[in-house]
């Protein structure tokens, strides 16, 4: 581990979110084991909420999947580890909300959760498994110069979302 790597650690203990991921992780049924730069894999989530493959508490990693398809997709990881690095600089759990707040910010200008979501996209949006669905244009017809415009760029918000699930196993079918 990297001196960084071990402060995100201890701060992320200290904060709180780490012992709670381990906390939602045991409630949840999930397998942990130690993972590479003091992260926490936990393996084979199968509560509804979030609406995702794989999410990040602390320094713990919650997959659906099973343990071999979520050490199989290192890019994943890294994209949940900059979450993880995110709590740290929130202070923990702090963290949910500004998430939270980011997402309903990124729905209102794009359609979708994360396009904008500055969370997102620090951690990276293709890595994460999202759609860069960038912002919804301004109409510049029938003497509109400026605004959001009913009926407007339907086309961008489409196709629903593309979330965390399409870089994990969304149906959890190992046995
Ligand atoms: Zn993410």
Do not use: K
Request: charged share 15%; with cysteine.
């Amino acid at each position: 581990m990297t001196p960084g790597q071990r402060l995100r650690q201890l701060a992320n203990v200290l904060n709180g979110s780490t012992p709670l991921g381990l906390l939602l992780a045991g409630l949840a049924g999930t397998r942990t084991v130690g993972g590479p730069r003091g992260l926490v894999i936990a393996t084979g989530y199968r509560w509804r909420l979030p609406f995702a493959g794989a999410f990040t508490v602390g320094n713990v990693i919650i997959y659906r999947a099973g343990p071999d398809a979520a050490l199989a997709n290192p890019v994943l990881l890294r994209h949940e580890e900059r979450h993880s690095t995110q709590y740290a600089w929130c202070l923990g759990v702090p963290f949910v909300v500004f998430y939270f707040i980011a997402a309903v910010w990124s729905v209102l200008r794009t359609g979708d959760p994360a396009s904008e979501n500055l969370f997102e996209r620090q951690a990276g949006l293709a890595a994460g498994g999202y759609v860069d669905r960038g912002r919804r244009r301004p109409r510049w017809t029938a003497g509109r110069t400026f605004g959001r415009t009913s009926g407007g760029n339907a086309g961008e918000a489409a196709g629903g979302n593309a979330d965390e699930a399409a870089g994990g196993n969304p149906g959890g079918t190992e046995a």
